[in-house]
Nanobody
Framework: QVQLVESGGGLVQIGDSVKLSCAVT????????MGWFRQAPGKEREFLAG?????????YFADSVPGRFVAWRDVPTNTVYLEITSLKREDTAVYYC??????????????????WGPGTQVTVSS
């Protein structure tokens, strides 16, 4: 059965970097389009970045996402990553990885993804 589990979150300082991992079991990670989302307190879940089936680096991002965000897929370890640099307070959120098995192109909506991890909390403070 397909499972996704995020890790790497925690309490971090403004200006630091954080690297989040999403371990995928039950299916090869490169058979899905993988996505990263976040949900900040009081806000809806927000799409961040997507990695298409045949690419190992994120090929598309939300318009609001700057170059501080990088996402990629590591096929040998069946793991997807999200790294955020120059962390800001507004980056505080629960971060989720998700998998889309539909074969659709460039999914951005939460409803387009079929499997979700439980999330990992990133809290940015001074």
């Amino acid at each position: 059965q397909v499972q996704l589990v995020e890790s790497g979150g925690g309490l971090v300082q403004i200006g630091d970097s954080v690297k989040l991992s999403c371990a995928v079991t039950g299916r090869a990670v490169n058979t899905y389009t993988m996505g990263w989302f976040r949900q900040a307190p009081g806000k809806e879940r927000e799409f961040l970045a997507g990695v298409n089936t045949w690419h190992n680096r994120a090929g598309y991002f939300a318009d609001s996402v700057p170059g501080r965000f990088v996402a990629w897929r590591d096929v040998p370890t069946n793991t997807v990553y999200l790294e955020i640099t120059s962390l800001k307070r507004e980056d505080t959120a629960v971060y989720y990885c998700a998998a889309d098995e539909s074969g659709g192109s460039q999914p951005r909506r939460g409803g387009d993804f079929d499997y979700w991890g439980p999330g990992t909390q990133v809290t940015v403070s001074s």
